[in-house]
Every structure is written in C-alpha cells, then in structure tokens.
C-alpha cells in the first residue's frame, strides 16, 4: 500500500522540483489571462474569492447574520463545523475541473492560497490533524496525485499543523459521487474510509480537520467525520475550497 502510495505521488514531486523555480517568473492568471506573479492575479481573487457569510456547521452560503442554514437546524452533521472559501461557480468550478482532471497542478499554490484565507480569517480552532480526503489506490494510481492532499500539504504548511496522507485510507472505490442522486450518497460512501490500523492511537483525543477540493452534500465528509470519530477523535471540522450551492442557489 505505501510502496503503491509513494509510486503515485512521483509526477506531483517533479512538479515540484520543477515549479518551485518557475515560481519566481511571472505566469498568466488561469482566469483573467492577465500577467500576474501568480497563477489567479489579485483582481480575480477580489472579484471572484470575497468572503461571504457560510453556515458555520456545513459552509452552506447563507444571508448576513444567519449563523446555521435551516438544513444544520433540523439535523446538524456529524462534523463540528466546517469551512470553504468559495462556491462551486465560475470561474472555481472549471479551475478544480483543471486542478483535478486535467493535471493542472500549476494551480495548487493559488487554490490552496484561498482555502487558508479563509482558515486564517474564520475563528474555527487550529487543528491537531489535517487529513485530506484520500483516494482509493486505484484512483490514485490512475490519477497520479490525490488533488486533496496536494492543497492539505500547502494549507498545512502555511498554518502550520500537522498532516499527513496515509493515516485516513478509502478502503473501497465508490463510484463518482457526482454521479449519483443525492438521496443515494450516503449510501454509496458507507464503510468506504479506515483508519491505519497501526495508527489508530495517533487520533486518540485530537481534533482533526478533513480537507476535500469540494463538498456538494457532505456525504463523504459526515462518513469520514464518524470513522474520525469512532477511532477517538475528539473533534471534527471540515474544510472545502469550494461548495455547492444548494439547488435554486447561486
Ligand atoms: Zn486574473
Ligand atoms: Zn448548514
């Protein structure tokens, strides 16, 4: 498993070997196509990152003023709260497209960028643990990176907090949660997360942040939240760099 692990993760420490040089020259903006020194200009990141009022429970966009969306009031998620910088829209939904499915991980620095904005300006307590969602290794044998820990590495680095890719595994390959109604997702990811079993004290009275690219209904984050909390964490938050408004919002 590890050896399969470490094998994956080879096109994402070329990258870096790679970009970390590149860094230092100036890039286009992936949205604007501005010359920018990073690779989302601060014009986008103003126009299209501003902060705006998220339910505290399930980061849902919600009116000013409005601490927890009525969905959290009638029955609140397994997580303790949970964070996202953006919605799932233009332009943040083709740059995870492009993050994700197309190896752009030019764009880590600059996604990973908005996600701890908006840690450092919420109030939510530092973490022990930052997992990122994991992959199942046959996911990440064809995808070659896991997008999740790719912005888990950054955000922790820039807090700092501890992280690490190989203490949360996904047992069992589910199929797209996109593709499923949503009546059907807590379903399909039931069971799907472990523990390393020779890890499992690490969790013990820790709390711990689950990071994803994207929540849509947070089926995959409450199924991780209650493994988390089995094995004895004390604490759950989840952040997202971006999330789907509910149907009929935008
Ligand atoms: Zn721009
Ligand atoms: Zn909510």
Do not use: H, I
């Given at each position: 498993m590890a050896g399969q692990y470490i094998e994956a993760m080879r096109p994402a420490a070329l990258f870096d070997a790679i970009a970390t040089p590149l860094r230092l020259l100036p890039s286009q903006c992936a949205v604007c196509r501005s010359w920018a020194r990073q690779r989302l200009c601060e014009?986008?990141?103003?126009?299209?990152?501003?902060?705006?009022?998220?339910?505290?429970?399930c980061a849902i966009g919600v009116p000013a003023g409005v601490a927890v969306c009525g969905a959290c009031l009638t029955l609140a998620p397994p997580f303790d709260g949970a964070i996202a910088a953006v919605d799932y829209a233009y332009p943040w939904d083709e740059l995870v497209r492009r993050f994700k499915f197309d190896a752009s991980l030019d764009l880590a620095d600059a996604l990973a960028h908005r996600l701890l904005d908006a840690v450092r300006r919420s109030d939510a307590p530092r973490p022990d643990w930052l997992l990122p969602v994991p992959l199942s290794a046959e996911r990440l044998r064809?995808?070659?990176?896991?997008?999740?820990?790719?912005l888990a590495r950054r955000v922790a680095?820039?807090?700092?907090?501890?992280?690490?890719?190989?203490?949360l595994l996904r047992m069992k390959d589910t199929p797209h949660q996109v593709a499923l109604p949503p009546?059907?997702?807590?379903?399909?990811?039931?069971?799907?997360?472990?523990?390393?079993?020779?890890?499992?004290h690490e969790l013990q009275g820790r709390s711990v942040a689950v990071l994803d690219d994207v929540m849509t209904t947070g089926a995959t984050a409450s199924e991780i939240a209650l493994t988390l909390l089995q094995a004895g964490a004390r604490s759950v938050q989840v952040w997202v760099l971006a999330r789907t408004p509910r149907p009929g919002e935008d």
């Open positions: 014009a986008c990141a103003r126009r299209y990152a501003a902060p705006c009022p998220r339910c505290r429970r064809e995808r070659g990176y896991n997008q999740a820990w790719e680095r820039g807090l700092p907090c501890a992280t690490d890719a190989k203490l009546g059907r997702r807590a379903a399909n990811v039931r069971g799907a997360f472990a523990l390393e079993p020779r890890r499992r």
